[in-house]
């Protein structure tokens, strides 16, 4: 077994090379990672209250997807599996748009064709995501080949969990973007389960130890320390940036809710596995460690909290009031005009809908 990655041990003792941060963006990373795990206690609240209809939390693994993901560059790109959400708020995504997707609603940029939880935003280069595993790691790899081809500087950073590296799409990826040393990094998020399959029985070997089938260098690090997960994306991009080809980086963290908010995750782990992971709390670990230097204040944590909840309940607040989705984006987007069958089909759809109260009575059907 190969040893991880660590610059903060989990009780914030500064075991490696402090980072080459001022104290104002290390104190950004705190919020930021702060601001995710607010927003996925919020979005829970909901979904159990019957407002919004899917969460898939990261309660636990903050410092995987915060951490690396803030090493990325402006032109980079971010291919999501599930639970990187809030790095795409922290590289840009509008918090009214990420909720205004949660309640799939007339401001979802998706309109409505995504489930609930499956964010997408053209400004942080932050692709719409799929909820079949593994089918973004071809997706990232293609448009990889295609950023080399165009001679740009772009990195593509694929998430993904443990269970995705069973999948045909991480054998696929892995294999074109070894072959052709594609600017690719392929980001492994071991949460210990694979909904409820636990990472032992996922495979005999280690996930790190995978890159070698296909020429690709990985490393194994300590998903819950925010600045190892920092360091090694900030080493793998530079090593892509450079025509050194992809990395596999793989984070060792913990689901500490269900796989989903479908899920009930003591059906098939104990409570005793779940504790020892809490002692390891990445937010903790890093408070610790950035209030012993001086960047954040005894009590500054609470009063952040506060003020990132009025955050986004202001935010929820705002979406809760919007109309839904209009019915016309059923068939909008994929023609330039809107061909007469699919308005016949669209006007009789409309027509069923209104008489039975399905839909806003007045949204209008297109005229033949």
């Given at each position: ?25 290390l104190h950004d990373l705190f919020e930021?990672?702060?601001r995710v795990r607010c927003l996925d ?251 012993q230097e001086g960047v954040l204040s ?71």
């Amino acid at each position: 077994m190969s040893d991880s990655l660590q610059i903060l041990a989990a009780d914030g003792t500064l075991v490696g090379e402090r980072p080459a941060l001022d104290d104002s963006a290390l104190h950004d990373l705190f919020e930021h990672m702060l601001r995710v795990r607010c927003l996925d206690e919020r979005m829970l609240k909901l979904q159990r209250a019957g407002r919004v209809g899917f969460v898939g939390t990261v309660l636990g693994s903050e410092a995987a997807a915060i951490g690396s993901a803030s090493a990325l560059a402006r032109e980079d790109w971010l291919w999501s599996g599930l639970r990187e959400g809030g790095a795409a708020v922290m590289r840009g995504l509008p918090l009214s748009e990420y909720v205004a997707q949660m309640y799939c609603n007339a401001n979802d940029t998706a309109k409505g064709r995504q489930m609930c939880n499956h964010f997408q935003h053209k400004g942080s280069h932050y692709p719409s995501w799929s909820s079949v595993i593994g089918t973004q790691m071809p997706h990232a790899v293609g448009a990889a080949f295609a950023s080399q081809s165009r001679g740009e500087k772009a990195v593509h950073a694929v998430y993904f969990g443990d269970g995705a590296t069973s999948s045909n799409g991480f054998h696929s990826g892995m294999n074109f973007a070894g072959t052709w040393k594609l600017p690719v990094v392929f980001v492994c998020v071991d949460n210990g389960w694979a909904i409820s399959v636990p990472s032992g029985n996922q495979t005999e070997g280690e996930y790190e130890d995978k890159g070698i089938a296909y020429g690709i260098p990985a490393m194994k690090i300590d998903g819950n320390d925010v600045l190892a997960c920092r360091q090694a994306m900030a080493d793998a991009t530079e090593r892509a940036r450079a025509g050194e080809g992809p990395s596999l980086l793989v984070l060792k963290t913990y689901r500490m809710l269900g796989h989903s908010s479908s899920d009930d995750p003591t059906k098939y782990r104990s409570e005793e596995e779940v504790q020892s992971w809490r002692e390891k709390d990445p937010i903790d670990r890093f408070e610790i460690w950035l209030t012993q230097e001086g960047v954040l204040s005894e009590g500054e944590r609470k009063t952040m909290e506060v003020e990132l909840t009025e955050e986004i309940d202001n935010a929820i607040h705002e979406q809760e009031s919007a109309p839904p989705m209009a019915l016309k984006t059923l068939v909008e987007d994929v023609y330039e005009d809107v061909p007469t069958h699919l308005k016949r089909q669209y006007n009789a759809f409309a027509s069923v809908a209104e008489r039975y109260g399905s839909a806003t009575v007045g949204d209008g059907a297109f005229p033949l």
